[in-house]
């Protein structure tokens, strides 16, 4: 399945224990200094908590939007941790009714931070209750129904809503109007990834002070171009690392480990797994390079449309192997190249696939 994939940038279940684990858990940036990448929106934070503390104010309320395992949940503990109050996390579809917000809500302290991933998927019943509660800091809750109907206030310590989601598009009006900052994640450059590795690297013990088990900046390289511009994907990956590394090579990393401790788990070196290079080949053999719709990719991968347009496509869209017209893909001849496909598209195609 592709929720699976080792180099999705979605949540897995294998993520969230490894990020139980003590060690694995300060992998995480703590403070606003430690964060790396998304510089922009860092500098917004910094000035914006630091006028709520000089204030003693809450922080303002946050919408953070953008493609998975970018660190939106991390920030939300980052500037938990500023602002020294804790951080509730949730997500919309487990808010099923009203109720549930409120039972969160009223436990939380002055200046808590809630944090509610993919907010989009919150249900209309929930999010009404949302409006008041971000604005004046109450929730009118009505119990029973008809003429015995009951609305009893909830008056809420003033806190901080953080809203994380991949679909911007989708929220309603009303609720993004609410927000007081509101930022688009950009996928992370590759000097950022290795920053990020290199920190990761020490935390885990591999930058060894004895030469044959120190991991270089080469081979951190090697990971950071195989990550898809994604800081969950490279953390994944240099587990997998270093865990080949102590089984098969007394815990040495070398570029040769990096290779075949990553051909293991499928990823080449642009960071393309079977799924993606079955995508890509299924339009250019079945196809021959397209157009075709997406439907029928699917059909003929046995895999769903939305999982393949929302976690396959995005990568190879941003790194120029698809090219999305108004007849459907088509394949570039950059992706083919990189397949060694015997297709290639005519010097036509290419144009048009790049209008």
Request: hydrophobic share 40%; glycine share 6%; charged share 25%.
């Amino acid at each position: 399945m592709a929720k699976d994939r080792i180099i999705s940038a979605a949540a897995t279940d294998a993520d969230t224990l490894a990020d139980e684990q003590p060690v694995n858990y300060t992998l995480r940036p703590r403070r606003l200094n430690e964060y790396i990448g998304q510089r922009e929106l860092v500098e917004k934070l910094a000035i914006a908590l630091q006028a709520a503390r000089e204030r003693s104010d809450p922080m303002e309320h946050v919408l953070l939007h953008g493609p998975p395992g970018l660190g939106k949940t991390t920030l939300a503990h980052v500037i938990a941790e500023e602002m020294g109050t804790h951080a509730y996390v949730t997500s919309g579809p487990a808010l099923t009714k009203g109720a549930d917000l409120v039972g969160t809500l009223t436990k939380m302290a002055a200046h808590d931070i809630l944090f509610i991933d993919e907010i989009h998927r919150l249900p209309v019943a929930v999010e009404e209750y949302i409006y008041p509660a971000m604005e004046d800091f109450k929730i009118d809750f009505t119990l029973d129904s008809g003429m015995h109907a009951k609305v009893i206030t909830y008056h809420l310590k003033p806190f901080t809503l953080i809203g994380a989601t991949t679909r911007a598009g989708l929220l309603t009006g009303a609720l993004r109007s609410r927000f007081g900052l509101t930022h688009h994640l950009q996928f992370y450059s590759e000097a950022d990834l290795l920053a990020i590795l290199r920190r990761a690297a020490d935390k885990l013990a591999m930058q060894s002070t004895s030469p044959q088990r120190a991991i270089d900046d080469k081979s951190l390289k090697e990971i950071a171009q195989r990550s898809r511009g994604t800081p969950r994907v490279t953390l994944r990956l240099l587990r997998r690392v270093r865990d080949f590394a102590q089984v098969r090579a007394k815990s040495k990393v070398d570029h040769r480990v990096i290779e075949d401790a990553l051909a293991l788990e499928g990823v080449d070196e642009l960071g393309l797994d079977n799924l993606d290079r079955s995508y890509l080949r299924t339009i250019a053999n079945v196809y021959q390079g397209g157009p075709v719709g997406l439907e029928a990719i699917a059909a003929t991968l046995g895999e769903d449309s939305l999982t393949l347009e929302d976690v396959v496509e995005p990568y190879l869209l941003q790194i120029g192997f698809l090219a999305r017209t108004r007849q459907g893909r088509r394949l570039t001849a950059k992706a083919a190249e990189h397949l060694n496909l015997e297709w290639r598209p005519s010097e036509s195609e290419t144009l048009f696939a790049a209008e």
